[in-house]
């Protein structure tokens, strides 16, 4: 019911997948319920007819409770399974999906891993991801503008991944909504491209605050750009000081060694390793 966003007028909730109930991931639902989510973002998006301002809180509250319950599940499951899983999250056009490919082109023959895809429509990045040999699961939002720790949950009885693997979980492209739902997820790790602008962390600071990694990409094309690289790591720090950044270009590979060291690097605190 978000009148900025439209998040929650009319979801689809299909996942383009059929449903493995074999792993034991609990939900307290049946999976043949009608799922109803109002995703309300709070009072200053309030547009909806009727409903104050404190009523419209108490709402976020409630949805944000229950997807923190849910977040809460999908955590246990890849605790007890020694499961890595991070959030990628960006705006549009970051070049997202093409760092997850390459990053995955690299990874396939030494782990296990599975990637949950998340966008309002089409299952072209999934079939991205599935090109490559490696498991891929689309959750289409319809007009909803971010994953929710319940959609991430019916995916992962799909996937059905073994202990130590790795999971990336392909957020909508939105620098907003995303930061607020939490999906169980060890580290949100923030996408930004030197073509959006060096002051997208402090114009949306919830995001790049509730993130662990910022990745700069796209720096090849530096030298046909004026981005000033240095101002928007100070303006990350100042948002969050404890941000770690890399840089590098998905397309080129430029910068690649250091994100998979740093993935390695998480995986090892989860005793996974890898050739």
């Not at 799922?35 to 949805?63: K, N």
């Not at 030494?110 to 991205?128: L, N, S």
């Amino acid at each position: 019911m978000c009148g900025v966003c439209g998040c929650g007028e009319g979801l689809n909730h299909s996942h383009e997948h059929d449903h493995d109930h074999q792993h034991g991931h609990a939900h307290a639902h049946g999976h043949g319920e009608h799922h109803h989510h109002d995703h309300s973002h709070g009072p200053e998006h309030a547009h909806a007819p009727g409903l104050t301002p404190t009523r419209m809180v108490q709402i976020e509250r409630d949805i944000l409770a229950e997807n923190n319950r849910y977040a809460g599940q999908n955590r246990d499951y890849f605790a007890e399974r020694a499961m890595l899983a991070l959030n990628l999250v960006s705006s549009p056009g970051s070049g997202k999906t093409t760092l997850l490919t390459e990053t995955v082109l690299r990874l396939k023959d030494q782990i296990a891993m599975a990637v949950i895809e998340g966008d309002q429509q089409t299952a072209r990045d999934a079939d991205r991801i599935r090109a490559t040999g490696v498991p891929a699961v689309q959750i289409n939002t319809g007009k909803g503008c971010h994953l929710d720790a319940h959609r991430v949950g019916h995916a992962l009885e799909s996937l059905n991944l073994p202990e130590k693997s790795l999971l990336f979980i392909e957020n909508v492209g939105n620098l907003v909504c995303p930061s607020a739902f939490d999906l169980g997820e060890a580290h949100k790790v923030v996408i930004l491209s030197v073509t959006e602008g060096e002051d997208k962390p402090i114009k949306y600071p919830d995001m790049f605050h509730a993130a662990d990694l910022m990745i700069l990409n796209k720096t090849d094309l530096l030298p046909h750009l004026d981005f000033d690289v240095a101002q928007c790591i100070r303006y990350a720090k100042q948002v969050n000081p404890k941000i770690r950044v890399l840089q590098l270009s998905a397309k080129t590979g430029e910068g690649m060694d250091n994100w998979l060291q740093w993935l390695r690097a998480e995986l090892a605190l989860q005793g996974i390793g890898y050739a």
